[in-house]
């Protein structure tokens, strides 16, 4: 005959340390807070500027031309930062070209980065208002 035993004796009673309300509460508390963030962060008179690499050259080994596309709502100054990378992906040059304000909303800039080896491609890394 099988003898039964007592599980609580045997193991311990595990005992519920935390309401089960709490969890469902912070994330609603988490949840509205983000949506508040959502909400402040899209109301912000920022202007909205864009920008991206329309075409690049690798005039030779030392430099590679980089022509820059940028949209804008508002006539702000941009400082965009541009880089050209190797075949193996390492940064051989760097340049921050400065945009100045103008009343158009799409400008095109070219610029040349001085490489210290040959480039395969310019990359934007940011531009942003001055």
Known sequence: MDVVTDL???YGRHRRTTPRWLWPVVAAVGITLGVAW???ASWTDVPVHQARVHSYEVVDARTTKVDLEIFRDEPVALSCR???QSQDKVVVGEKTIEVPASDAAQVRVVAEIRTERRAVTAVLDSCEAR
């Open 82 to 84: 541009v880089f050209a």
């Open 8 to 10: 609580d004796a045997r």
């Open 38 to 40: 959502a909400a402040w």
